[in-house]
C-alpha cells in the first residue's frame, strides 16, 4: 500500500524547516550581549520624567558595553569599588562615577 502525501503537509513541513533553519543562522550572528544606549528617561505617570542616574549590575555591565563575566570580574577583584553601593543585598551603580571611573581607565592609556 503506498502512502499518499498531500501537497499542502508536505509544503507545510517545508516551510516549517525553512523557519527553523533561518532561525538558527540569526541567532549565530547576532551578538550574545545587548546594549543599552546612555541616557534612558522613563515617563512615570503623566509628565514626571525619572533620569536614570542608578543602575542594577546588569544595566551597569551593558552602559559600559561589557559583558557580564567581565563586569563581575572586575567587581570581584575590587576594581570597580567606590562606583556602587550595596542596597538589601543589591548593587546599585552610580551612572556618574562609572563614567568617572572609565574616563580614569581611558587616560592612563
Avoid at 508536505?10 to 524547516?17: A, D, N, S, T
Wanted: neutral net charge; contains cysteine; charged residues 25%.
Amino acid at each position: 500500500m503506498k502512502v499518499k502525501i498531500n501537497s499542502t503537509l508536505l509544503g507545510c513541513i517545508i516551510i516549517g524547516v525553512s523557519i527553523i533553519i533561518a532561525a538558527i543562522v540569526i541567532a549565530r550572528k547576532m551578538p550574545q550581549t545587548t546594549f543599552v544606549p546612555d541616557t534612558i528617561y522613563t515617563t512615570v505617570r503623566h509628565e514626571t520624567t525619572v533620569d536614570n542616574s542608578f543602575m542594577a549590575d546588569v544595566e551597569a555591565a551593558r552602559f559600559m558595553r561589557m559583558n557580564d563575566r567581565l563586569f563581575a570580574s572586575l567587581l570581584a577583584s575590587g576594581e570597580l569599588d567606590g562606583t556602587f553601593a550595596i542596597i538589601e543585598e543589591n548593587y546599585v551603580f552610580s551612572r556618574d562615577k562609572l563614567i568617572r571611573w572609565l574616563d580614569d581607565k581611558i587616560a592612563k592609556r
